[in-house]
């Protein structure tokens, strides 16, 4: 690879860096992996980049997932030293949270790459309409005792974050709240169970996307491992700041920003679909 080329790779190293400062913020900040920052960010670089749309959003979905893993443990550390983790909570969503996240893993390989922008889009609308009118509450308040609901939704919350390539923060976090935790504690617990999502989904791209054509070059199966270490780093680094500045700021601001940004992530989601 000559110098030429090598240049023309700046700019994705530094959209790259940003996007890792970035999304390390938002998982302390707001409790989830991310993914909502990486995947766009991610997919609209590889695409700048010249590689086939399809792919694109597999990939950029899959080493979100693989991003989210540093990330998450350093965000639940600081959260967990604030005491704001419920190992209780934990506990009871881990293995559905596996399951769930494992198999849409699985299953991502059999979608296209619009499919996924759209299943992307979608949810990002629906959680963005959620933090705004908080319909979760009012539809799941009444079943905050029931360990059956927390297992269901937990494995609906990993099917779903591992074919967004999120941590499930902007899933996991409504639902806690929902079921009774405060919102301190249900970002710091959804930091954990973004741990295991990230570390399930990571592992069932790295299976669906083995042998896959036209893959960015150092990827192993949908997971681009340039992306993974440069992104990871300085995620995992900035994590522990989002985390101190979330016990420090008003929530419910920052509530109604990450809604304004979810809705404007999904539009430009579906425009890719539509126009291309």
């Known amino acids: 690879m000559d110098w030429a080329t090598l240049a023309g790779y700046w700019p994705f190293v530094l ?19 991310g993914g909502a920052i990486i995947v766009p960010a991610l997919s609209n670089a590889l695409l700048l980049l010249g590689y086939d749309a399809d792919v694109v959003q597999h990939v950029a979905v899959g080493t979100s997932l693989a991003i989210i893993i540093p990330t ?13 983790l419920d190992l209780k909570v934990l506990k009871l969503w881990a293995p559905f949270i596996v399951a769930g996240t494992f198999i ?11 499919v996924l922008r759209v299943v992307f889009a979608v949810m990002a609308f629906v959680i963005a309409a959620n933090i705004i009118f908080a319909f979760q509450t009012k539809l799941m308040g009444h079943l905050n ?11 609906v919350v990993g099917y779903i974050s591992s074919l967004m390539g999120i941590g499930g923060g902007s899933l996991t976090v409504p639902t806690l709240v929902a079921f009774g935790a405060t919102m301190h504690a249900a970002v710091g617990t959804s ?21 896959a054509a036209d893959l960015p070059p150092l990827s192993l199966g949908y997971i681009n491992l340039v992306a993974l270490v440069l992104v990871a780093v300085l995620a995992a680094v900035f994590a522990p700041l989002g985390a101190a500045l979330a016990h420090r700021l008003d929530q419910k601001t920052l509530k109604y920003v990450f809604a304004i ?16």
Not at 191 to 209: K, Q
């Open 15 to 33: 959209g790259l860096m940003v996007t890792g400062v970035v999304s390390g913020v938002a998982a302390g900040l707001l409790g989830i992996g």
């Open 72 to 84: 998450g443990i350093m965000s639940a550390r600081a959260h967990y030293k604030r005491g704001a």
């Open 104 to 114: 849409g893993g699985l299953m991502a390989g059999l979608f296209s790459g619009d």
């Open 145 to 155: 005792g029931s360990s059956t609901t927390h297992r269901v939704s937990a494995f």
């Open 191 to 211: 930091a954990g169970v973004g741990v295991a999502i990230a570390l399930s989904g990571t592992l069932g791209f790295i299976i669906s996307g083995w042998g």
């Open 261 to 276: 940004f979810l809705v404007v992530v999904g539009l430009n989601m579906l425009w890719k679909v539509v126009f291309g």
